[in-house]
């Protein structure tokens, strides 16, 4: 209670003086509430750019999905014999990889794609025609707004029917309703059987639609890419995507596919595994980098500040000579000294640092306002601009505080 009620004390005149001398404390404050602004600032620009492309991988349909993709095998620069004849991402490779381990596999989807001429009553455009297979719509973000999905049986007979993207479906058919329409890709005659929802991302409020060009997907059977527009006995593939929930085993089924493939494909490695929650880490430690530059900046910030502090508190000292001699006369240590002058320094410390987060606040919140670009700010980014703030500000209050300590009562007395 002794000490509590001293604290209390010490509080209320630190309190005081800083009111007293109010020009010399913000100038004191001033170099802190930057320090912790641009900390918070910079912080709050790298978490939401984070956040965003988190987000955006989210919507592309999760982090838990390891693409597969064909890569050529080259010898001196040019294709192997076996690369050449009939080896590459086949159909039977999803299928394979799937009975790896099954209980870790909750979703295969695969991809073929062509170009080709489609033709419709209103429309005539050179488009890329996008094969797939089951779970390809689940797993890449896609709904189905009107119409169906491809049923099995779709996919196994390689049926001609399709799918569109919202745009697409505005494109070839701007009058009316395209469901049970005919649209010609190629020379195939294809039956539309459903139109996907409107894909829309944006990093910007006023941006342009980062999914716009998913919105243009014409999707049929890759079946039917495969046998009927390039006559592919092989059923050639350009990516297998397989969904595994569970990251912990992502690894392991990474390896253990790497090792089939290999044996499927006559030791010949030309397949590339691309493990989406691998490449978003790696992303993350690069925004870590940001971060660390941010701190940094932040804590030049917080020294110079510093340094105009000590500055500052020297000058207020020798305006203060004889009230500190007048304390020790009366009783006062040196030690109770040093920590008076403790308390007024990191009281104001604290002060300029909360000024500061709202400082930071206010600037993401403009940003948001003028530019249309979210920003958020997390709770340890706070924290860490807080502690750096009250640290900087206890490391340069030491010497100032020490030196008042020091003071003999007599000469402060006699100090004109």
Known sequence: ??????????????????????????????????????????????????????????????????????????????????????????????????????????????????????????????????????????MEGYEVERGRDFTRHDLDSAAAVAVLGSEAASTFFP?????????????????????????????????????????RIVAVPATL?????????HERLDRVTFRIPDLNVMSSFSKGLSTLLFGNHRQQEDFRLDDVAARIRKQRSQGDVYNVIFLLSGMLALIGGGIVNV????ASLRDRVREVGVKMAIGASGREVFKTFMTEALLLTGLGALAGGLLGVGFSK??????????????????????????????????????????SPMEALRYE
Not at 35 to 40: D, E, F, I, N, R
Not at 180 to 204: A, M, N, S, Y
Not at 311 to 314: A, G, P, S
């Open 175 to 215: 009058a009316g309703d395209p469901l049970g329409q005919t649209i010609r890709v190629g020379d195939v005659p294809v039956t539309v059987v459903g139109v996907l929802k409107e894909r829309v991302f944006r990093f910007r409020e006023s941006g342009r639609n980062m999914f716009r060009w998913r919105n």
């Open 366 to 407: 403009a940003i948001t306002k003028l530019l249309g670009v979210p920003l958020w700010m997390t709770p340890s980014s706070f924290v860490w601009a807080f502690v750096l703030a009250l640290l900087c500000g206890f490391v340069f209050a030491l010497y100032p505080a020490w030196k008042a300590s020091r003071l």
């Open 1 to 138: 209670m002794r000490r509590e009620g001293a604290f209390r004390e010490r509080l209320g005149s630190a309190w005081v003086e800083i009111r007293e001398n109010a020009g010399r404390s913000v100038l004191q404050a001033l170099g802190v509430l930057l320090g912790v602004a641009s900390v918070l600032g910079g912080f709050s620009i790298s978490d939401s750019q984070r956040k965003r492309a988190d987000e955006l991988f989210v919507r592309l349909g999760g982090l838990d999905k390891l693409n597969v993709n064909p890569a050529a095998v080259t010898r001196d620069g040019t294709p192997t014999a076996l690369q050449s004849a009939n080896l590459g991402l086949r159909s039977a490779d999803a299928w394979d990889g799937e009975s790896l381990e099954d209980a870790a596999v909750h979703g295969v989807s695969v991809r073929k794609h062509a170009s080709a001429r489609i033709r419709s009553p209103y429309a005539d455009q050179e488009r890329r025609i996008t094969g797939i297979g089951r779970d390809f719509f689940p």
């Open 225 to 233: 890419v495969q046998k009927r527009m390039q006559g592919d006995a």
């Open 311 to 314: 500055n500052i508190q020297l």
